[in-house]
């Protein structure tokens, strides 16, 4: 599928995979997608930032290629490592045949044939079906030097290997990047990207969001679970709940054939919704009747 020309279009393209945005992010995306920008998602956990890599990817009909980021991942293990037990074979089987050829041998070791592609430089490579979606994931977790190596070759989509050389992607990738916000990316990063903060969606965005990710939910449960959650990240948790624990939540009670929410339904099944003891000890015993009962009083008949 070719990139789309319009922003209804790239919310009717997302929407088609499952995936409901605003026209605020619906428009970043087709900017990002049309000037040929990184994507920066910063928010919460669980808002749906990862998703909307994998519902591009999808609905463009591109590759998806996914560097998760953590605490002391360096530009090497992002970018390529040698097979070195495969080279010991190759050295060892040289030398039992008598081959000396020194360059020889060194020249079929650093060779395509022995090197173990990462997803930056998979991302750098051509692909027949366009340049692929590359999603580096929770940035934050990562530290300063991995974002300084980062920042360079996302301004020349393009990555250094020592043996080979410089290795320049034919067309630049389509880069989304997230951060939770565990701690701030730095602005040098940032000004390379085009913005933009995904937060909680409101009451009838997640009802969107809730029936076409679980569309088998009744309408009726589906109010009820909604508010709830909405309800639930008003009150002083210390996690949130998330859209992706929403949806995880309402095909929770569709496996045990839950009809409507009730005090005793949420107590057995509050793990899928908050997943901090803290958290789900504030909402036993009446706490989440109250909070039932309120959400109740406010959702207007079906």
Known sequence: MTKPESIDAVQEMLAAEGYVCNRALGTVVFLSLSLGRPLFLEGEAGVGKTEIAKALAASLGRRLIRLQCYEGLDAATAVYEWNFPAQMVAIRTAEAAGDTSRAGLQAELFSDDYLIERPLLQAMRPDAAG??????????????????????????FQVTIPELGTIVAPEP????????????????????????????????????????RAPETSASLSREVVAFVQALRTEDLFKKPGVAETIDWAKCLLALDVINLSPEVIADTLGAVLKYQDDIQKLQGSEAKRILDEVRATLEPA
Not at 140 to 154: G, M, Q
Not at 194 to 204: A, E, G, K, N
């Open 173 to 212: 990738p389509i880069v989304i990047l997230t951060s939770n916000r565990t701690r701030e990316v730095h602005d040098a990063l940032k000004r390379r990207c085009l913005y933009h903060w995904v937060d909680y969606p409101d009451f009838d965005r997640e009802m969107d969001i809730l029936n076409a």
């Open 131 to 156: 340049a692929p979606v590359l999603l580096i994931d929770e940035l934050d977790r990562t530290d300063e030097p991995f974002e300084a190596f980062l920042l360079e070759a996302l301004s020349d």
